[in-house]
């Protein structure tokens, strides 16, 4: 299961609610400082953008309204396009994204008040509608933008090329790195723990049956954090983020139809299947993990103890360890080593690690291990013990094309992508009507919105 980070979503939200939606018009009204196809950007737009920044304690001497206004006009050109090219964005796609940022806002200012009046909004009612409109022309935007670089490749030799054209004074600094790998051992659930859970949501699958609503189930007895105050709803295709065993059940069930109970790594759950729309289906389904007793945890620890004492006496490798004893199936045939979920490689820059990671490792020396740390899947797996070990590091150093290779592909992949962009935008911009307020007209704008 992929788990909503509530915390992280509204961070997210307040760094893209940086435009306001209005209706297509074409004509002079108050305000409107410019027209890019059918969207058009208000002067109250800069100053939202403005405040928003400073509340995150963004230093704005040096931002200027002509780049907050550039900014503004960019996003507007990629929805309008999106339009064009009929990228479609579903109202209820919007809907459900809108009512988790609303949960995450709630969740950190107190009250659905306080953020009516931090946007300054008249009612409850106002602050939707305008929030619905900015999700919806911000997905217009993302998607506009990956169609655009999507079909961007690069070759090795253009990667080389990149290399060499970068002055020697000029070559990137790779921090300090090192490769991490653990073990981990999860306490043992009891059977008669597991009977109970799947005991409880056949009884909840029966009431629905008879009539009761899933939503409010889901909402009462569902221990996904990320869905259960959504009614446990979700949509997903074939290639969403989900572990195998949910989507082999969602994709089994035919609209209407509740699973029986069945078994992820994140505890049991059972499915309800709302629509079915081509490849896409809309969902909802309540999560139940067991509970794990404390002689369960003893016994976890105790484990990974002996695991310890063994490979301190050199009776097995930590990679041997991991292969036969580890309980985390993404390492453990890879001798538990982590890969970095930034880059998908098997190291893991210092500066930006996981701070708790970081926490746990930042002391270890080279081939020391770790004493037993107790720690918790940060989506709903539950405790567990582990065991952490360092494999190599890697100081802080310039770039070397054969020891950093994959880091310098990735920035040469980024920089063509933002060649392609560059060149989309520029095309668009002359096929596109585009007014601008005389009051910016002397902005020195990085596109050529005045078509000069």
Same mark, same amino acid.
């Given at each position: 299961m ?7 979503l ?8 940086t435009?306001v939606?209005?209706?297509?018009k074409?004509?002079k009204v108050d ?5 890019v196809?059918?969207?058009?950007v208000?002067d109250s737009d ?7 920044l ?24 990629y929805?309008h396009h999106?339009?064009?090219d009929?990228?479609?964005?579903t ?6 994204y ?9 969740q ?29 022309m911000?997905k ?5 933008q990956?169609k ?23 070559l ?8 991490i790998?653990?073990?981990?051992i999860?306490p043992?659930?009891t ?16 009431d629905?049956?008879?009539g ?11 221990e996904?954090?990320g ?6 709803y979700y949509k997903?295709n074939?290639?969403t ?8 059940v969602?994709? @089994? =069930?035919?609209? %209407? /139809? $509740? *699973?029986e #109970?069945?078994?992820? +790594?994140f505890?049991?759950h ?5 629509k ?5 289906v809309?969902?909802?389904h ?7 007793s404390?002689?369960a945890?003893k ?7 002996e ?9 097995i ?6 292969k036969?004893s580890?309980n985390e199936k993404e390492?453990k ?6 890969l970095?979920p930034?880059?998908?490689e098997?190291r893991f ?13 930042? @002391? =270890?020396?080279? %081939? /020391? $291990? *770790?004493? #037993?740390?107790?720690? +918790? ?7 567990f ?10 100081e802080?150093?310039?770039a070397d094309f054969a ?7 990735e ?5 063509k ?6 060149k989309w ?8 009507y585009?007014?601008?307020s ?8 990085t596109n ?5």
């Open positions: 992929k788990f909503i980070n509530k915390k992280f509204f961070a997210l939200l307040i760094l893209v609610t435009t939606f209005a209706q297509p074409r004509e305000g409107v400082i410019g027209v196809g059918d969207y058009v208000l800069i100053d939202l953008e403005l405040i928003q400073k509340a995150q304690g963004v230093d704005t001497k040096n931002i200027t309204r002509c780049e907050l206004f550039g900014k503004q006009l960019e996003d507007k050109l929805a999106a339009i064009q009929s990228i479609v964005v109202d209820s796609e919007v809907t459900s809108m009512n988790e940022q609303l949960d995450a806002m709630v950190q200012v107190g009250s659905l008040d306080k953020v009516v009046q931090f946007y300054k909004k008249k009612n409850v009612e106002e602050f939707k509608s305008y929030l619905f409109e900015i999700i919806k911000n217009l935007t993302s998607q506009m990956k655009i670089v999507d079909d961007v490749t690069i070759t090795p030799e253009e990667v080389r090329n990149f290399f060499k054209a970068i002055p020697i004074d000029e990137p600094t790779f921090g300090a790195e090192m490769e790998a653990q073990i981990i999860k043992v659930i059977d008669d723990e597991k009977k109970r859970v799947i005991d409880k949501l056949n009884e909840i699958r029966q629905v049956l008879n009761s609503s899933f939503f409010s189930k889901a909402v009462l007895f569902s996904d954090p869905s259960s105050s959504n009614g446990g997903m074939r290639k983020a989900f572990v195998k065993e949910f989507k082999d969602a994709f @089994s =069930l035919t609209e %209407g /139809e $509740i *699973s #109970p069945f078994e992820t +790594e505890g049991y059972i499915i309800m299947v709302e079915i729309k081509g490849q896409e809309e969902l909802r309540i999560l139940i993990a067991p509970k794990v404390t002689q945890m016994d976890a620890r105790a484990k990974i103890e695991i310890r004492t063994k490979i301190l006496n050199k009776e490798t930590f990679a041997d360890a991991a036969s580890s390492t045939n890879n001798g538990g080593v982590l970095n930034r880059t998908m098997p820059e210092l500066t930006k690690m996981d701070p708790a990671l970081y926490a746990q490792v930042s @002391s =270890l020396k080279d %081939g /020391e $291990i *770790s004493l #037993p740390i107790l720690d +918790e899947d940060r989506s709903g797996g539950g405790k013990y582990k065991i952490i070990t360092v494999n190599n590091r890697t802080e150093h310039t020891k950093d290779y994959l880091k310098i592909k920035l040469a992949l980024r920089d992508q933002i060649k392609e962009i560059a935008s520029q095309e668009k911009i002359k096929e596109t585009v007014k601008i005389d009051d910016y007209k002397d902005c020195q704008f050529n919105w005045l078509k000069k």
